[in-house]
């Protein structure tokens, strides 16, 4: 029998393949440990403990480097805790910014109960109505490639896209988990000095 959903590690791996220098945020779990499987990089974030801050992380450094291309990748259940971030983002208006929410419609992290993803709310929908520029909900992973090209593309704003995945618990790949290594090494990749 066939999951419903997207395969989350063959999506992200997709996703990041076709990055192009792509300054990436994770959020906390899940999302992380399918980045990290994909090929762990220095231009990766890893957020370790950090529920809800991987949208507005991704947001100050966008802010701080707009040259560079941010993508967060999230999960819904981060995404639904940083509610309030879609109105920031949204009124700070940053042209690199891209956010993409995996949703499986469940807590995976802590025992897969149903999220209110899960129950109906629309988080393509919410960041519509906050304002993004652009949003939209994949279902299917032969719409992944079509995603990649959309995101080489300039944008007029922020941008946020859903990714409907299968809801299952995957062999965890744990990327670093100090933290002042992980700034230290994405700092020297930014060629910032290091503190």
């Known amino acids: 029998m066939v999951k419903p959903g997207m395969d989350r590690r063959a999506a992200v791996a997709e996703l990041l393949a076709a990055r192009k220098g792509a300054l990436v945020v994770t959020g906390l779990g899940s999302p992380a440990y399918d980045v990290h499987a994909a090929g762990d990089e220095a231009a990766n974030y890893y957020l370790w403990g950090a529920m809800g801050g991987a949208a507005l992380v991704g947001l100050g450094l966008a802010q701080a480097q707009p040259a560079k291309r941010v993508m967060v990748i999230t999960g819904d259940g981060e995404m639904l805790m940083a509610y309030g971030a879609l109105a920031t983002i949204s009124v700070a208006a940053p042209r690199n910014l891209d956010v993409i ?4 419609g469940h807590y995976g992290e802590t025992g897969m109960q149903v999220s209110h993803s899960g129950r109906g709310i629309d988080l393509a ?4 109505a906050s304002g993004f ?5 994949l279902r299917e992973n032969a719409e992944v490639a079509g995603l990649c090209a959309r995101l080489a593309q300039p944008a ?5 896209f859903v990714l409907k995945i299968a809801a299952e618990n995957l062999p965890r790949s744990l990327p670093p988990r100090d933290a002042t290594h992980i700034k230290t090494r994405f700092r020297a990749h930014l060629g910032l000095t290091t503190c």
Do not use: F, H, S, Y
């Open 156 to 160: 007029a704003g922020p941008r946020l």
């Open 133 to 137: 520029a652009e949003t939209g909900v």
């Open 101 to 104: 929410v995996l949703d499986n």
């Open 125 to 128: 929908a919410v960041a519509r």
